[in-house]
């Protein structure tokens, strides 16, 4: 059983439903942070409040959908920590674990189908981090992320 966090906009609405269906029906304990219409609604604030679930340690892992995923994906990884992974496919979603621990998948509900993004949900899921290699990289993830929270950014083109 894994706690999900899920949000979306109107353009993911349809699509959110469908995976929350998915997700509770696997035994997942899922908590739904909006939107709850296909009424028009900024998506940032929604997708940060996923992206925070994941990173204040409540859940396991966030899903955010839109229309493409893109802006979705933009906006949970503003937030300190979160690692949110735009997927269109199951490999892309096996590899964001894999590779680099992604806690958050983002999809878009007008570039997937809906067996496709329960697929994609699935292989998110159940893919484990393989560590190794990966650990130093998500180490050097987290110390840009310390500099720009700092706000001691490096000088364009200077070397990390």
Do not use: W
């Amino acid at each position: 059983m894994v706690h999900i966090a899920i949000a979306s906009d109107h353009a993911g609405f349809r699509l959110k439903g469908l995976v929350v269906t998915h997700l509770q029906a696997a035994g997942h304990v899922v908590q739904d942070l909006g939107t709850h219409s296909e009424e028009p609604v900024d998506y940032p604030p929604l997708c940060a409040a996923a992206a925070r679930a994941v990173v204040g340690g409540g859940f396991d892992r966030a899903i955010v959908i839109g229309g493409s995923g893109q802006g979705e994906a933009m906006s949970a990884n503003k937030v300190r920590g979160a690692r949110a992974a735009l997927c269109h496919d199951e490999t892309t979603a096996r590899l964001a674990r894999f590779h680099n621990d992604a806690n958050v998948l983002s999809m878009g509900q007008r570039i997937v189908g809906p067996d496709l993004a329960l697929a994609i949900v699935d292989t998110f899921l159940a893919t484990v981090f393989e560590g190794g290699r990966h650990v130093a990289r998500l180490a050097e993830i987290t110390v840009i992320e310390d500099e720009e929270a700092a706000g001691g950014r490096r000088p364009a083109g200077s070397p990390g």
